[in-house]
C-alpha cells in the first residue's frame, strides 16, 4: 500500500477494491486499449483516479423531515372525503 493514504483510506480501499487486490496485498490494474504503453499507463492511471474517487466517495446522510401542515391537512382532508362517501353509500341501500 502507498505511504500516502492514512490507515483509514487504507482500510476502505481493501474493502472496496478487494477484487483488485492480488494476494500479495497489490492493487492490479491492467489496460490494453491503446497500442502503445505509454497511452496504457496513462489509462491505468485515469482508472486508478477513478477507482480511488468512488472508494472514497461517502454520500450524504438524509436529514429526515416531517410533513408539512398543508399536506397532513389535505390527507385529513381526503380520508373525511372518501368516508363520507362511504357513509352515503351505505344510506343509499337501506
Same mark, same amino acid.
Given at each position: 500500500?502507498?505511504?500516502? /493514504?492514512?490507515?483509514?483510506?487504507?482500510? !476502505?480501499? +481493501?474493502?472496496? !477494491?478487494?477484487?483488485?487486490?492480488?494476494?500479495?496485498?497489490?492493487?492490479?490494474?491492467? $489496460?490494453? #486499449?491503446?497500442?502503445?504503453?505509454?497511452?496504457?499507463? $496513462?489509462?491505468?492511471?485515469?482508472? !486508478?483516479?477513478?477507482? !480511488?474517487?468512488? @472508494?472514497?466517495?461517502?454520500?450524504?446522510? #438524509?436529514?429526515?423531515?416531517?410533513? +408539512?401542515? @398543508? $399536506?397532513?391537512?389535505?390527507?385529513?382532508? +381526503?380520508?373525511?372525503?372518501?368516508?363520507?362517501?362511504?357513509? +352515503?353509500? $351505505?344510506?343509499?341501500? /337501506?
Amino acid at each position: 500500500m502507498s505511504e500516502k /493514504l492514512n490507515e483509514d483510506q487504507k482500510m !476502505l480501499v +481493501t474493502e472496496k !477494491l478487494a477484487h483488485h487486490i492480488n494476494k500479495l496485498g497489490e492493487l492490479v490494474l491492467k $489496460s490494453d #486499449r491503446f497500442r502503445d504503453q505509454e497511452r496504457n499507463k $496513462s489509462d491505468c492511471i485515469a482508472k !486508478l483516479n477513478n477507482l !480511488l474517487e468512488k @472508494a472514497f466517495y461517502v454520500p450524504k446522510l #438524509r436529514k429526515k423531515t416531517k410533513p +408539512t401542515k @398543508a $399536506s397532513r391537512k389535505k390527507r385529513v382532508d +381526503t380520508k373525511k372525503q372518501r368516508g363520507e362517501i362511504k357513509r +352515503t353509500r $351505505s344510506k343509499l341501500r /337501506l
